[in-house]
């Protein structure tokens, strides 16, 4: 599965972005999706996760309220709006397959395939 990531920029403080991942194979559609996220100096952090059928998602607290995951599996994609921005929300966000039949999962090791990374800087 090869995952490409899209849709960071710059946006000022209480604006939106919305990311797009699109990914390869047939298999997608079974797959928990997850997007992260890695801030200069920090580690690698979860932001949001969601099954196969859409029916569950996890967020990070930090993100609650304000970011919704989603995906169209018959597109191969998966999205995260992200609304009213922080600076503390810029990172480079990155979205993640995990192709076991799991629950939506937290931590990176739990994911299997990685896309490129999309930057998102919010200015104050």
């Known amino acids: 599965v090869q995952l490409q990531a899209s849709g960071g920029g710059l946006v000022q403080a209480g604006g939106s972005l919305r990311l797009s991942c699109v990914g390869s194979?047939?298999?997608?559609?079974?797959?928990?999706m997850g997007w992260f996220r890695q801030a200069p100096g920090k580690e690698r952090e979860f932001v949001s996760g969601?099954?196969?059928?859409?029916?569950?998602?996890n967020y990070a607290e930090s993100v609650k309220g304000r970011f919704t995951i989603s995906r169209d599996n018959a597109k191969n994609m998966v999205y995260l709006q992200m609304n009213s921005l922080k600076p503390e929300d810029t990172a480079v966000y990155y979205c993640?397959?995990?192709?076991?039949?799991?629950?939506?999962?937290?931590?990176?090791?739990?994911?299997?395939?990685w896309g490129q990374g999309t930057q998102v800087t919010v200015s104050s």
């Open positions: 993640a397959a995990d192709r076991s039949y799991s629950s939506v999962g937290i931590h990176a090791n739990e994911y299997d395939y």
């Open positions: 969601i099954n196969w059928s859409a029916s569950t998602t």
């Open positions: 194979g047939r298999t997608f559609s079974n797959y928990v």
